[in-house]
């Protein structure tokens, strides 16, 4: 027996994926679906044949279609690469049809609570959903945590840096010896480095943090909501409805003073500045910019990484998880590491 796979978004991470996956005998891609394609070959793609087949396929993408399709080929595992809400949507029906489901998008896990209850209420013992690269890419955070809630332990605190962008800013902009960068400098090479969305505004409003922060607060037990969330926005106001990207990066040097004061304040004390998120099962869960001591694990980050640290009853000294955050190719082994968990339940591995 194989596990077949169905991947829609076959984009960056999607393609690196198919080539993670190719190297498994018992894994066989049967469909890949773009937003304007689809093909579905239960014979199987390769990583040399997908991109021929789907882009002379004659199938406009439709994802009820490929359903139908696929549920005729189980044990079968949905695979979305996409950010989208209405491909999220779709997650409970695949459950109901015996579909399993992995993903690293985002919308299905911290929009709306009612989808996030349906998602979970549609698995059963033989239908799973994974979703460990929402947050952290591959690194083992969200497996982590399940750990420690499933086997009774009590989450007092989450707290981590959970955007490889903020983090290679701030890792870079604030630091306990190292003279002062300008902060739109250090921008301006995030961005020229393909650190940051095409509009660094994209990151620095908080929400991608905010939605991470949202899904683990839910995997802790926690009702959070995006909606009800604490997030500072550290884009400057008078930056946030700015046309173009362009139009922003060519303004945000007049709010280098601004920046520059903030960093001063936290050097004053021995401190550097982080955009951190913050989960708390008293309700004081935010994303906010805070300030930590040069002692802190937080100030002593490097590059892009994301760090995360549990503090629990059994770990009041935080238990921390530290690495690549971000990046096609740990994103792809994140979801690689999904889809192996379930291969192993149905005794397709040891």
Same mark, same amino acid.
């Not at 093909?39 to 199987?44: D, E, L, T």
């Not at 591959?138 to 499933?150: A, C, H, M, R």
């Given at each position: 027996?194989?596990?077949?796979?169905? /991947?829609?978004?076959?984009?960056?991470?999607?393609?690196?994926? /198919?080539?993670?996956?190719?190297?498994?005998?018992?894994?066989?891609?049967?469909?890949?679906?773009?937003?304007?394609?689809?093909? *579905?070959?239960?014979?199987?793609?390769?990583? &040399?044949?997908?991109?021929?087949?789907?882009?002379?396929?004659?199938?406009?993408?439709?994802?009820?279609?490929?359903?139908?399709?696929?549920?005729?080929?189980?044990?079968?595992?949905?695979?979305?690469?996409?950010?989208?809400?209405?491909?999220?949507?779709? +997650?409970?029906?695949?459950?109901?049809?015996?579909?399993?489901?992995?993903?690293?998008?985002?919308?299905?896990?911290?929009? $709306? %609570?009612?989808?996030?209850?349906?998602? #979970?209420?549609?698995?059963?013992?033989?239908?799973?959903? *994974?979703?460990?690269?929402?947050?952290?890419?591959?690194?083992?955070?969200?497996?982590? %945590?399940?750990?420690?809630?499933?086997?009774?332990?009590?989450?007092?605190?989450?707290?981590?840096?959970?955007?490889?962008?903020?983090? +290679?800013?701030?890792?870079?902009?604030?630091?306990?010896?190292?003279?002062?960068?300008?902060?739109? &400098?250090?921008?301006?090479?995030?961005?020229?480095?393909? #650190?940051?969305?095409?509009?660094?505004?994209?990151?620095?409003?908080?929400?991608?943090?905010?939605?991470?922060?949202?899904?683990?607060?839910?995997?802790?037990?926690?009702?959070?909501?995006?909606?009800?969330?604490?997030? &500072?926005?550290?884009?400057?106001?008078?930056?946030?409805?700015?046309?173009?990207?362009?139009?922003?990066?060519?303004? %945000?040097?007049?709010?280098?003073?601004?920046?520059?004061?903030?960093?001063? &304040?936290?050097?004053?004390?021995?401190?550097? =500045?982080? #955009?951190?998120?913050?989960?708390?099962?008293?309700?004081?869960? $935010?994303?906010? =910019?805070?300030? *930590?001591?040069? $002692?802190?694990?937080?100030?002593?980050?490097?590059? $892009?990484?994301?760090? !995360?640290?549990?503090?629990?009853?059994?770990?009041?000294?935080?238990?921390?998880?530290?690495?690549?955050?971000?990046?096609?190719?740990?994103?792809?082994?994140?979801?690689?590491?999904?889809?192996?968990? !379930?291969?192993?339940?149905?005794?397709?591995?040891?």
């Amino acid at each position: 027996m194989v596990l077949n796979l169905a /991947i829609i978004g076959p984009g960056l991470v999607g393609s690196e994926f /198919i080539t993670q996956v190719s190297r498994s005998p018992f894994l066989r891609i049967v469909a890949v679906a773009n937003s304007k394609q689809m093909v *579905y070959n239960p014979a199987g793609l390769t990583k &040399e044949t997908w991109t021929t087949e789907l882009s002379k396929s004659s199938a406009k993408s439709d994802l009820d279609a490929l359903t139908r399709q696929v549920a005729a080929s189980k044990p079968c595992v949905v695979i979305d690469c996409t950010s989208s809400d209405s491909v999220a949507a779709m +997650y409970p029906s695949w459950l109901k049809q015996g579909l399993h489901v992995v993903t690293p998008n985002k919308k299905g896990f911290s929009g $709306s %609570l009612g989808l996030w209850k349906d998602i #979970y209420a549609s698995t059963t013992a033989q239908t799973k959903v *994974y979703h460990e690269s929402t947050v952290g890419a591959g690194l083992p955070i969200l497996s982590t %945590l399940k750990d420690l809630v499933e086997t009774g332990d009590e989450i007092e605190r989450i707290e981590g840096i959970f955007s490889g962008t903020l983090s +290679y800013i701030f890792n870079n902009f604030s630091t306990v010896s190292a003279p002062a960068t300008k902060f739109s &400098e250090v921008v301006s090479v995030a961005k020229e480095r393909g #650190y940051t969305e095409p509009d660094p505004r994209d990151d620095l409003n908080g929400m991608d943090v905010a939605r991470k922060v949202v899904i683990l607060g839910r995997v802790a037990g926690i009702d959070l909501d995006l909606s009800t969330l604490n997030v &500072e926005n550290i884009v400057p106001e008078k930056l946030r409805d700015v046309a173009t990207a362009e139009s922003f990066m060519d303004q %945000l040097p007049t709010f280098d003073d601004h920046f520059a004061k903030l960093n001063q &304040e936290a050097a004053k004390e021995g401190k550097v =500045l982080r #955009y951190v998120g913050l989960v708390d099962p008293k309700g004081n869960s $935010s994303v906010k =910019l805070l300030k *930590y001591p040069a $002692s802190h694990p937080f100030a002593s980050l490097t590059g $892009s990484d994301n760090i !995360i640290a549990f503090t629990t009853k059994r770990f009041p000294s935080p238990l921390i998880i530290q690495g690549a955050g971000a990046g096609a190719a740990v994103t792809a082994f994140g979801m690689f590491s999904d889809v192996l968990k !379930i291969a192993r339940n149905l005794g397709l591995v040891g």
